[in-house]
Structures are given as C-alpha cells and as structure tokens.
C-alpha cells in the first residue's frame, strides 16, 4: 500500500495506478474536495496544490512522483484549531469570490507567493497569478486580497483595497 504526506497527515492511498493524478486521489480516495479540477492540462489553476511548498497543478503529477514530499491542500492552510491563514481571511474580508470554483487554486498560489515574497509589487502579483484563471474576473479583489494579506502578515491592519480599487 502507498502512501502520501497531506496536510501533515500520512494518509494510506491504497493500490493506485502509479500514473493516476494527485488531483483525483485526492478527490477520489481521500475526499479532499476543495482542490478543484478545471481543464486537466495545467492551464487554468483550478487544481494547484503545494508541493513542500511550491504551487504545481495536481492534475499533471502522477503519484508515483511524489515520494515523501509534503503535500498542502487548501484544507490545510489553516491551522489545526480552524483559525483561517491571513490569505483565506483577506478573502473572505474582501469578499474576493463570484461563483468561488477557482477560489481555491488561487488561494493555493497566493499563499505560495506571499511565502516567498512577502511585499510583492503589483507586477510581481500578476507574474505570480497569470496561471490562474478566473471566469468571473474577479482580479482586482484578488490582488487587493493578496495585499490585504502582506500587510496582515507584516502585522499591519487589513484595509479594504478593493474598495480602494473600485473607487480611485
């Protein structure tokens, strides 16, 4: 039987064909829904996981490349006690989701971003995000999120820059 590192979790995934994307062992046998599949060729985003610690797109990586590498899906960025990571609150305090299908990619990726770069510029935001695609074009409130979220993480109060955005 194999088995994978999510969330901090060894969890058994029993007799897979080793080509099977992680995105629907993780869907299929493990029941971590919220990684999303949108287009199966690494294209729009919706599947992004972190491998220890990078953004990948899930529906691309068969498990038999995995190994030991840690794992993180969106239900894992929050802390064991359900307190949410400052990109999950900076989502909800600026309301960034439409229809939400998305949502968790982009989550996945700008929490990846803002490990490795915790005041990026607006340019650097967009660098970091291009591979995620959202329908309802709700950019500007992510990006405003992304930015709510660094000034969080730097100890700063949140401000709602969407409105901000919205209004100049």
């Not at 995620?132 to 401000?159: E, L």
């Amino acid at each position: 039987m194999a088995t994978l590192n999510i969330n901090g979790q060894t969890m058994d995934i029993g007799e897979i064909d080793p080509s099977t994307p992680l995105l629907w062992v993780l869907r299929d046998e493990l029941g971590l829904v919220g990684t999303k599949y949108g287009c199966g060729i690494a294209q729009c985003g919706a599947c992004t996981v972190h491998l220890d610690g990078a953004p990948v797109r899930s529906c691309q990586v068969p498990v038999s490349s995995l190994g030991n590498q840690q794992i993180t899906t969106i239900e894992g960025l929050a802390s064991p006690d359900g307190t949410l990571s400052p990109v999950q609150q900076a989502w909800i305090e600026l309301d960034v989701p439409q229809c939400g299908y998305c949502q968790a990619g982009q989550i996945m990726s700008a929490t990846a971003l803002l490990r490795n770069n915790p005041s990026p510029t607006d340019a650097e935001i967009d660098a970091a995000m291009s591979g995620n695609i959202c329908r309802c074009a709700t950019y500007i409130r992510i990006k405003a999120a992304i930015k709510s979220a660094s000034q969080a993480m730097s100890g700063t109060a949140f401000y709602n820059a969407a409105h901000q955005s919205e209004t100049a």
